[in-house]
């Protein structure tokens, strides 16, 4: 049986559940959420779960192990950024339901309890928060949240309530790290590696980082036409130069991320001197130490830049997520299992937030990355080949087997 074409075919169904328009959006606790919860029940109930859904929204599809047993968990989510694509995310859904689905077909039982956990809002597109779902299992939910509102002005707490979950009982939802073996998310690589490298599969040893900055230079206007070059104070150029100094110096650095993301200036018009330009320093690493390195190395060059061209220089920072890192022997359990099936898969960093990143406050984590064609993601055009689904779903099954309680 080819599994990866059950999962395509599943994903195009799914793909369905979504608002009019081009590619996939699907947004929490709205009509579309309901109706791709009624497809993951089916897929749920296909292997032999217990489906409910809890307080948070998380349809949980559950296999009882023997008495007593630890817990392993499968999880992803089911939301969509606006316009995305059909696979970010809900693939992760799709493949443990069908691994699960695998391992009924070929009699095996497992020594433990499983649960796949279908998350309701990992992109954090329709309230400004995200991962309620993980963040209530791990004994991190911050009920100040549900005070939050959508561009609606729906609040969180009235859309979960509307959608049948209880707010006020989604605190309670913190599960035992001592009952908890292990979560698993498999997710599709949202870049170019795996392809580059013509290989299916890849390893996750950790989720990167983020920092992100707000850069300030504040020169001084004048005449476009009038005010002599060499007596300038340009805000732009001191940008400019910062701009090209971070990229350069974030090529030297493995594992790191740097990007200038937004940038505005002032007063811009076009007969005059950039008087003050601000702009946003985003930094991801899987090391915290080299993360917290970098911007130090960023505000020292901001700081000779600003020199250089006689104009002021701020950065603050705004916004910090440490570094997750993967369980070791869950990444060594993992390259085993996918080792028969795809020897090549190499290890490599997320530089994207996941679920799991919340997860690892309860239990340890792993990751297991799919290839996507061209490394898209967040769009319409994201692929993932249905040989590459099946790999992960042979590759999830293996693990499970192996995996020691």
């Known amino acids: 049986m080819n599994w990866g074409q059950r999962a395509q075919d599943r994903l195009s169904d799914i793909a369905r559940c979504s608002v009019d328009g081009e590619g996939v959006t699907r947004f929490p606790f709205t009509s579309q959420h309901e109706a791709a919860l009624d497809a993951i029940r089916s897929w749920m109930s296909q292997a032999g779960l217990q489906v409910h859904m809890d307080a948070a929204g998380t349809l949980i599809g ?220 985003e930094i991801r690493a899987l090391n915290d130490t080299v993360r917290d390195d970098f911007a130090r190395l960023a505000r020292s060059l901001g700081d000779s830049i600003s020199d250089g061209r006689r104009v002021g220089f701020s950065m603050e920072r705004t916004y910090e997520q440490p570094a997750v890192q993967c369980n070791g022997d869950l990444i060594d359990a993992l390259s085993t299992a996918t080792g028969a099936i795809c020897p090549t898969a190499p290890r490599l960093p997320s530089g994207a937030t996941h679920d799991a990143s919340a997860m690892a406050d309860l239990c340890p984590i792993s990751m297991l990355f799919v290839r996507c064609e061209d490394g898209v993601s967040h769009k319409p055009e994201e692929f993932a080949a249905s040989d590459d689904m099946d790999a992960a779903i042979q590759s999830i099954a293996a693990f499970l087997v192996a995996l020691e309680v």
């Open 62 to 281: 559950r296999k009882d192990g023997p008495e007593g047993a630890p817990t392993f968990l499968i999880g992803s989510h089911q939301d969509s950024v606006r316009n995305g694509g059909g696979y970010d995310g809900i693939m992760g859904v799709v493949l443990g339901c069908l691994a699960l689905e695998k391992l009924a077909a070929d009699g095996n039982e497992l020594p433990f309890s499983v649960e796949i956990l279908a998350f309701a809002d990992e992109e954090g597109v329709r309230f400004p928060t995200a991962l309620m779902g993980p963040r209530a299992l791990a004994g991190t939910f911050d009920p100040a949240v549900l005070a939050m509102t959508d561009s609606d002005g729906v609040s969180l707490r009235n859309a979960l309530a509307g959608f049948g979950g209880d707010p006020d009982r989604v605190a309670a939802l913190a599960r035992d790290p001592a009952k908890t073996l292990g979560y698993l998310e498999i997710h599709i690589e949202q870049g170019p590696v795996l392809e580059a490298q013509d290989t299916a599969l890849g390893i996750v040893t950790g989720i990167c980082g983020i920092e992100r900055n707000t850069v300030t230079f504040t020169g001084d206007t004048g005449h476009a036409g009038t005010v002599p070059m060499d007596s300038r104070r340009d805000a732009l150029v001191a940008a400019s130069d910062f701009i090209s100094a971070i990229h350069d110096a974030a090529k030297k650095v493995t594992d790191l991320r740097a990007t200038i993301g937004a940038l505005s200036l002032h007063p811009n018009v076009v007969n005059a001197i950039p008087r003050a330009v601000e702009l946003t320093l």
